[in-house]
Nanobody, 115 residues
Framework: QVQLVESGGGLVQFGGSLRLSCAAS????????MGWYRQAPGKERELVAA???????NYADSVKGRFTISRDSAKNTVYLQMDSLKPEDTAVYYC?????????WGQGTQVTVSS
């Protein structure tokens, strides 16, 4: 069992930055593929970025070059550094952990980018 708690969301102006954190409790954090998803009002949840146990990363085209995902296994934490934010980045951001058939979600954190 893994519990995920996100933090770091908030209101930011166009072009600003935020760093989201996701603290994981439970066992075997280092074995999980970690990801950040987001869901805007009226839209489906979409993958923003993911990081494997080896540190390989994958990003949605819409955030490439602006967002950076990283993980600190010593702290059981995954981060999402978001730069050059745009109003279209406004959404609830969710942390996700996957290991084989096990999938866990955090409660989400709101990110709002004003124009």
């Amino acid at each position: 069992q893994v519990q995920l708690v996100e933090s770091g969301g908030g209101l930011v102006q166009f072009g600003g930055s935020l760093r989201l954190s996701c603290a994981a409790s439970g066992s075997s954090f280092s074995l999980y593929v970690m990801g950040w998803y987001r869901q805007a009002p009226g839209k489906e949840r979409e993958l923003v970025a993911a990081i494997t146990i080896g540190g390989g990363t994958n990003y949605a085209d819409s955030v490439k070059g602006r967002f950076t995902i990283s993980r600190d296994s010593a702290k059981n934490t995954v981060y999402l550094q978001m730069d050059s934010l745009k109003p279209e980045d406004t959404a609830v951001y969710y942390c996700n952990a996957k290991l084989a058939t096990r999938v866990y979600w955090g409660q989400g954190t709101q990110v709002t980018v004003s124009s």
